[in-house]
């Protein structure tokens, strides 16, 4: 059904189908129209002779004079059966039965008609004798209209028949055929090999002379340009594959530099926290070290029975004042160490685990207090309690260091005062909205679309590698299973919108070790 040649063929008899009921309906309408003409003539003519003849019949009762103008208009094939009823108990009725005969018809007999005509007897225009009733049959026009109807269906019939094989006896010599050539040859052209020049045969028809013609031209410039396209995809493979490699050796080098910025970042949190820590030892030593001073003193004393009640006062009160220094700073300093234990260990082994966001924040931000005491850059922290969290605290905590320290590089100048806040909001979806703002310089626009980009920085001369912002994002859509996008507007700050799932989605080295 697909085919042009089926469509065009159906199309062709359709067309003169349509075009033959048209022309047949046409002439239905005015066959009928002439019918009724010649119909209401007919009636038309029985009413005047009716009107001359039959009233002096009636007025004179005579019976059989009645009966003979009857009889003579029932020979009109229109008429079916007559009645005349008068004064003084006058009836006479005729009918035309099945064969053809005339006979009486009974004064309550109604014959089978399509249309009734009844009259009056008018005798010399002012005396109303009686009635006259006439039953006609449109029977001759029906069937006028139905040997009408068949000839125009026949005609039609084969006038379609005749035309149909005439169109497609043409269009299969003079159009389909030369096509199919042509698709023929143009099939053999498709499978040029090499430098073949394969030449259409020519065809017996201007039209398709020329199409031929021009095939063949084109035939010619592909079989001429085929070796060189030959030879461009040659160097086209060769082309690629150094690109492919080249590709790859970027990859490893990026993959390389990500690994060195992971493991710089985690010595600079191992340097900070051990100047951190360096505080709160000393000061634990530096008590440690006058409690023990005094105990021997007092020691001394109490041997040699020179101890007064003094002297234990104030031991005491030195002893006292000493272990709440050791204590409050060795407490500073474990959890210092168990801040830095917990973030260094998560970001080195990117174990999964339960966690709650609002205190795992608090740890990765106690990590960088070295570097945030440098300066005058607060850090503030909006997190519902018991926000809890199945992910990767690794990764997590890489991401939002990477986001805080690059706000304190690009977004505040040295000795800046600023605040950075991390807010957190669990959503309906099961996914927590973490935003982590600052009230910076801000990201001017034609730097917008490519933060993300690797290798994109604006401090390349301070030593920036330009893969802080290409780390989070990958960490945050592949690892954490989120999405991240930044607002920015110069002279007021960024926000970087982090929505991430409760629950991440499993890695691939779990899923196969489940």
């Known amino acids: 059904m697909r085919s042009i040649k089926t469509r065009l063929i159906i199309w062709i008899v359709l067309v003169l189908l349509l075009t033959l009921g048209i022309t047949g309906y046409v002439s239905y309408s005015s066959t009928l129209g002439s019918e009724e003409r010649d119909f209401a003539a007919q009636k038309e003519g029985l009413k005047q002779r009716l009107a001359l ?12 004079f009645i009966r003979l103008t009857l009889d003579a208009e029932l020979k009109s094939p229109i008429v079916v059966a007559m009645r005349v009823e008068g004064d003084a108990g ?10 053809g005969g005339l006979v009486n018809l009974p004064r309550g007999e109604q014959p089978a008609s399509d249309e009734t005509l009844s009259l009056p007897v008018i005798y010399q225009q002012r005396d109303n004798l009686g009635t006259v009733k006439v039953y006609l049959s449109r029977e001759r026009i029906k069937q006028r209209l ?8 026949g005609q039609a019939l084969v006038i379609s028949v005749v035309l149909s094989v005439i169109l497609i006896l ?11 050539q042509l698709q023929r040859a143009l099939q053999r052209a498709a499978e040029l090999q090499g430098r073949d020049t394969p030449q259409l045969p020519e065809a017996r028809y201007s039209e398709f002379s020329e199409l031929v013609h021009r095939v063949n031209a084109i035939v010619y410039k592909i079989s001429s340009e085929l070796g060189l396209r030959r030879q461009a995809e040659t160097t086209a493979l060769e082309q690629k594959e150094r690109a492919e490699l080249a590709y790859r050796q970027l990859l490893d080098t990026q993959d390389t530099l990500i690994k060195v910025e ?20 000393g000061i634990t030593l530096t008590a440690a070290s006058h409690l023990a001073l005094s105990t021997g003193q007092v020691r001394e004393l109490f041997s040699s029975g020179q101890i007064r009640k003094s002297d234990l006062h ?19 300093a474990a959890n210092l160490i168990h801040s830095f234990k917990q973030v260094a260990v998560d970001q080195t082994s990117e174990a999964r685990r339960e966690f709650e966001l609002g205190d795992y924040l608090g740890e990765i931000i106690t990590s960088l207090r070295p570097k945030l005491r440098r300066s005058q850059v607060q850090v503030e922290i909006d997190c519902p309690d018991a926000l809890q969290m199945d992910s990767y605290p690794g990764a997590l905590s890489q991401v939002v ?10 977004a505040y100048d040295e000795d800046a005062e600023g605040t950075i806040r991390l807010q957190a909001r669990l959503l309906a979806d099961q996914r927590v909205s973490l935003q982590v703002c600052d009230d910076g310089k ?19 001369a301070s030593g920036g590698s330009g893969l802080g912002l290409h780390i989070v994002f990958n960490i945050v859509f592949k690892r954490l299973g989120g999405v991240i996008n930044v607002d920015s507007t110069l002279g007021k700050g960024t926000c970087f919108t982090l929505l991430l799932p409760c629950n991440a989605p499993q890695a691939k080295h779990e899923e196969q070790v489940v």
């Open 53 to 64: 003849s039959l009233p002096h019949g009636v007025w004179q009762l005579d019976d059989e």
């Open 401 to 410: 260091t990477n986001l805080v320290m690059n706000a304190l590089t690009h």
């Open 314 to 332: 104030d031991y005491l009160q030195d002893a006292q004042e000493s272990s709440s220094l050791i204590l409050n700073n060795a407490e500073r």
């Open 146 to 153: 139905e040997r009408e109807v068949l000839r125009q269906g």
């Open 170 to 180: 043409l269009l299969r010599g003079y159009v389909f055929a030369p096509i199919h």
């Open 442 to 460: 801000g990201i001017p626009p034609e730097n917008m679309k490519h933060i993300f980009e690797p290798f994109f920085t604006t401090r390349r």
């Open 262 to 281: 992971k493991l710089a970042s985690l010595g600079s949190l191992v340097a900070g926290v051990a100047h951190e820590i360096n505080t709160p030892v």
């Open 90 to 99: 006058l009836y006479l009725g005729r009918q035309r039965n099945a064969g």
